[in-house]
């Protein structure tokens, strides 16, 4: 059972460098998500989707962008990375809103 | 604004003891509000909660919503050293799909 599958788990990326994060879900779930963690201060939500082609912004979009092409992807894009980005990013999937998500095992960002 | 918040912010009990974890929230237009615990790496599900009253169980643990009150509590039982962990409690709204995370109450079990 895969799930939720992010790549990579750790990076160090200098300052206005470019990223993708990877993001794929194997439960043909409709909904996906982007959260960054920081210490102390919870989940934010980056971006979410509710379907291939639809992405909508969270709390937090300022310096990213996500691409919806299939069911199973949602990368996360970081085009110019900023020491403000140094986190940890979690991509999650449910089936329907307000179900259970499913979370992947998370990317430790370092921005230097 | 959306908020969540969590207390304590974290809790130390000793094997045996009961612990009860709050979450207030002031949400527009809720729909739903979870609970998850975070180990080392991923948040897993621990419960869902939509109406008021309605205690959801499992194992030791259990959880309620006042949605009058704009809160919900979940009760460890019996607490085990394998309960430490960060307890996160998430609100969904209705509109934008969003979900709104509390800090989290960080819980230590020890022997």
């Known amino acids: 059972n895969a799930g939720v599958t992010q790549t990579p788990k750790f990076r160090i990326l200098k300052i206005g460098q470019s990223m993708t994060l990877q993001c794929t879900q194997d439960m043909n779930h409709n909904y996906m998500y982007w959260y960054r963690q920081d210490p102390g201060m919870g989940l934010k939500l980056i971006y979410y989707?509710?379907?291939?082609?639809?992405?909508d912004k969270g709390e937090v979009p300022n310096g990213y962008n996500v691409s919806r092409s299939t069911t199973e992807d949602f990368p996360l894009r970081l085009e110019l990375a900023a020491p403000s980005q140094t986190s940890v990013y979690f991509c999650?999937?449910?089936?329907?809103?307000?179900?259970?998500?499913?979370f992947g095992q998370g990317t430790r960002l370092t921005v230097v | 604004e959306d908020k969540v918040v969590q207390s304590p912010l974290s809790l130390v009990v000793h094997e045996g003891d009961t612990v009860t974890l709050n979450c207030s929230y002031e949400?527009?237009?809720?729909?739903?509000l979870l609970w998850y615990k975070q180990e080392k790496k991923a948040p897993t599900f621990l419960f869902m909660l939509t109406s008021s009253g309605i205690e959801k169980k499992s194992g030791r643990l259990s959880s309620i919503l006042d949605k009058k009150e704009l809160f919900s509590i979940l009760n460890i039982t019996a607490t085990q050293t394998g309960d430490s962990a960060i307890y996160l409690c998430a609100v969904e709204a209705r509109t934008g799909n969003q979900f709104y995370f509390g800090t989290g109450t960080s819980l230590t079990v020890i022997p």
């Open positions: 949400v527009t237009n809720f729909r739903s």
């Open positions: 999650a999937s449910s089936y329907v809103t307000g179900g259970e998500a499913f």
């Open positions: 989707s509710v379907g291939a082609g639809i992405t």
